[in-house]
Structure formats: C-alpha cells, structure tokens
C-alpha cells in the first residue's frame, strides 16, 4: 500500500512540506529506519503504521533535507521492563523516567490507554499557560456547576471572577473540576474550542494515544491517555516555571470576587501526600511535585517529577491502583528504583 499524508496516524510532516511527494517519501525512509531509544541505543523494532508506541514519528527539519526520530531526546518504550523487587500487581500502569540521561528505569503497560482522571488537569495547564496570561481575569457562567456526586469543587457560582494565576493553584493543588470549566471557557472562548486546543497539544507533543472530551478527567469513555502520554505532557508541562512552582506548594490562600464584588476568602492544601508529609518518598529521593487524581473508572492516579541527591530529574507515573494506600505504597516502591540506577 502506498503511504499517503492522509493515511499516516503515526507520522507528521510539519515545516509546511512543498507537497505530497515529500512526506510520502519521508515517511517510507522513517518506515525503513531504526529509531533511537534511551541513551542512545538502537530499537529492535523498525517503526509501523499500526503501532501502538506513540512516540514512533517523524519531525522534518526546517530545511527539509534530513529527518530525525520525533523522540530523539526522550525515552522510548516498546516492551515492560520490569524490577521482581518492585510488586505493582495492584496497579495497572507504571513508569519511571530519568529526565537527564533518557533512560527508562521502569516500564508496565506504558502504551496501555486508562482513565487518566485529575492527571487531565496537567493538559489544562498547559493550555492556559501557553494561550493565557497569569493576570487575565476569568469569569464564571452556569458551566461551571458540576453536579457528578463526589467530584471536587471550590463551590464556583455563576458571576465569580478570579485571575488564572488562582485558578492555576485551585486547579492543580486541589483539583477543582468546577475550575477546570472556568479555565477552558475563558482561555478557549468555549469549552469545546479548549479540548480542541488540549487534543491539537497533545499530538504535538506526540501522545498520539491520548483523547480528551473534557479540561477536568471526570470519567467519560472517549477520554483516555497512557503512562507514556502522560510522561511527555509532563515532561511539557515542567518547562513552565509557574507550573513546577505550584506542584511544589503545600498551601495556598487567596480571595476572588463574587458577582457582587464581595471577597470570597479560599485557604487550600496539596492532595499531594508525600508533600503533606504523609507518605515519604525512599532515601536519596525527594518528591518535588505532581499531580493526583481519583474517579471510579480511573482508580488512583499520580504523576511526580522527583529529584536524586545530585539533583537530577525524574518523572514517574502510576494510573489505575485500587486504593490511596497502594498507590502511594507502589509510588514508593517505584521511585526507590532510582538508587538502583
């Protein structure tokens, strides 16, 4: 079969290529070669249309003369690489990344598509802080009333205004789903512009497995994503500054205004629990942030960025565990790997 721009799922031609020619032929070179993975090693595994390793494509450079691996500088996964030490049989999905030298430290079912719950709320950020300025004032409408029984809300009411800046720290601190909406209806024009914006970023950033419907997680069967996407949005979403610094906090007061202009006074905490102090990551290790989430379909979910005693990065997620406490136990047991490496 010839391969066509609009048959490829897998590769993207960007740089405005002169014509069809052109990315057919590039895309038949990347179907021939090899990819790099970690550190530098060659893949066993030569790139396909149908697979499931999201990072398999193709960036042309500007000169559209040379192409090189879409994840030439990050990890590649195709196959688990597992520790017997480390027990996640009450997990569904985990991964550990070491950010500086792009190796995989650990790998179960990366490419696996699961409920990504409050992780979402990572995209959201990045949208709004990539499209929005922390100072724009963001205005509720009726959309903000999220009726899900349990979901996780500051109580938002039509007409209350706060800045993104606040909306960032009740979104990613508490994981108000009700801000969620506020973010996506402000900085997308409309909620269903903004999942656009989310879904056209993720694919950018190559988490082709990826689907968003909503800027919040609460459980819907279209909305999905992998421990592998979920590494490269992270790995995204700690450029920004802002970003890394709100994951870090443990507490956060602010006041915005109703539609009356009356103060409405909010102190939040972390649903971090190693930043809460009650998990504790394993010697040599420091939790420097990240983000959790929990729903029914989901289970429990987190994503960290760690460091080591030299301060180097890492990135680690887990989706679907069956409760807080195995969750935050297999966490432990995941990060710990890093004093193996």
Do not use: W
């Amino acid at each position: 079969m010839l391969l066509t721009e609009e048959n490829l799922s897998g590769v993207k031609c960007i740089n405005s290529l002169k014509n069809r020619i052109f990315c057919t032929v590039l895309s038949l070179i990347v179907c021939m070669t090899f990819l790099c993975s970690c550190g530098g090693k060659k893949l066993d595994v030569p790139y396909t249309l149908d697979s499931e390793v999201t990072s398999f494509n193709a960036i042309a450079f500007k000169d559209e003369t040379k192409i090189n691996p879409f994840a030439s500088d990050l990890c590649v996964i195709v196959d688990d690489i597992i520790d017997e030490d480390v027990d996640m049989s009450l997990s569904d999905a985990a991964v550990l990344f070491d950010i500086n030298n792009e190796e995989v430290l650990y790998s179960k079912h990366a490419h696996t598509r699961l409920h990504p719950a409050s992780l979402t709320k990572v995209m959201t950020a990045i949208v709004a802080l990539k499209y929005g300025s922390l100072d724009q004032t963001l205005t509720a409408t009726d959309s903000v009333i999220i009726r899900e029984k349990g979901a996780q809300t500051i109580g938002l009411k039509t007409g209350d205004k706060m800045t993104l800046e606040q909306a960032l720290h009740f979104l990613l601190m508490y994981s108000a789903n009700d801000v969620a909406v506020l973010i996506a209806e402000n900085i997308g024009g409309s909620v269903d512009n903004f999942i656009e914006m989310m879904n056209d970023e993720a694919n950018a950033l190559g988490a082709t497995n990826t689907h968003f419907v909503n800027s919040h997680g609460l459980t819907d069967d279209e909305h999905y994503t992998t421990a592998y996407d979920l590494y490269l949005i992270f790995n995204q979403a700690i450029k920004y500054e802002k970003f890394t610094e709100i994951i870090s906090m443990t507490e956060y007061e602010t006041s915005y205004m109703d539609k009356s202009g009356n103060a409405i006074n909010k102190t939040i905490k972390t649903t971090n629990a190693y930043l809460t102090g009650a998990y504790k990551a394993p010697e040599n290790v420091t939790v420097m942030g990240g983000k959790t989430g929990t729903t029914a379909a989901a289970g429990h979910c987190i994503i960290l960025l760690s460091k080591d005693n030299a301060g180097a990065p890492y990135i680690s997620v887990i989706l679907h565990s069956e409760s807080s406490e195995s969750l935050f136990s297999d966490m432990t047991a995941l990060l710990d790997e890093i004093n193996k490496s």
